[in-house]
């Protein structure tokens, strides 16, 4: 089954908050946590809105849909180009939901590996050694039984209340 890195959404903040570190070496001073909040958030909060005002709003088209990861075949989720992004906030501006977060949007480029070959036996990953509120775990996770976690990447689960993830709820207009 192998361990995954557990992210309790609710309890995590940037990671300038939280003293969190990162071990990715090619990137010293590394925020992967950040990209990773990023990215769940994406995924789990943004509403994916049709018209996507945020998208239409980068002047650098440094956002853009993508399939998901998952096998939910026309799933898409928003994806930021970390090298096109000036981080000018036009994204958040627009998004009427304000699902999109300035503070998240980092322009350096930041990376999360989960640690993948760097981990002795047993060993956690930094992150989760330097996580002082205990949002951020490593260890097997059994869905079973604990209903409140949802797989979003290859290895990265986080914990939403209920395991229930936002979908839309269209009214039905239609007269009885």
Not at 23 to 52: D, M, V, W
Not at 89 to 115: K, Q
Request: net charge positive; glycine share 8%; hydrophobic share 35%.
């Amino acid at each position: 089954m192998g361990e995954k890195l557990v992210i309790d959404l609710a309890k995590c903040r940037p990671q300038e908050q939280s003293g969190i570190r990162c071990s990715y070496k090619h990137h010293p001073g590394n925020k992967g946590i950040n990209a990773l909040l990023e990215k769940i958030r994406f995924t789990l909060i943004c509403r994916n809105c049709q018209e996507a005002p945020c998208i239409n709003a980068c002047p650098r088209d440094a956002l853009e849909k993508v399939p998901t990861d998952t096998d939910k075949e026309g799933e898409l989720i928003l994806k930021r180009a970390n090298m096109l992004c000036t981080g000018c906030g036009s994204c958040a501006i627009a998004c009427p939901f304000g699902t999109v977060y300035t503070d998240l949007i980092p322009f350096p480029s930041s990376v999360c590996d989960l640690c993948k070959g760097r981990l002795k036996n047993g060993e956690k990953p930094l992150c989760v050694q330097t996580c002082g509120d205990g949002s951020v775990d490593y260890r097997e996770v059994d869905f079973e039984k604990e209903k409140d976690l949802v797989q979003v990447f290859e290895g990265i689960v986080v914990k939403v209340a209920g395991g229930a993830l936002w979908k839309p709820v269209l009214r039905d207009t239609r007269k009885a």
